[in-house]
């Protein structure tokens, strides 16, 4: 029996109701954001929720299982400034085409 449900929206299928046990939840060790992930039932898209920190508790104790590894908090960050354009995302493909590894160049310099 489910103790408890949420509704949560899904870009693709709008409103959807889940039980809370299909929630992963966790707290950034960084800035003290919260954020949970599911699936969607109905896409199996996966969506990320950032919630208020002070509720994580009450969902673990309602069956949402704790993040075993750091969920992407980056997500829950306010976007500041103009959308990614699709020049740049071009861009950037036509770049890492060149050169994948650049990070690799920094590591070891
Ligand atoms: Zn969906």
Redesign the pocket.
Known sequence: MERGLVEVS?????P?VVGVSAMTCGISDADGAALCQLE??????L?HRPIDPNLVAALLLFGARRAGRPLPFELAEPHRGAAVTWDEVLDLHIELERDCCPHERLLHA
């Open positions: 899904c870009p693709g299928c709008g959807i969607c039932p109905e896409c199996r898209h969506l």
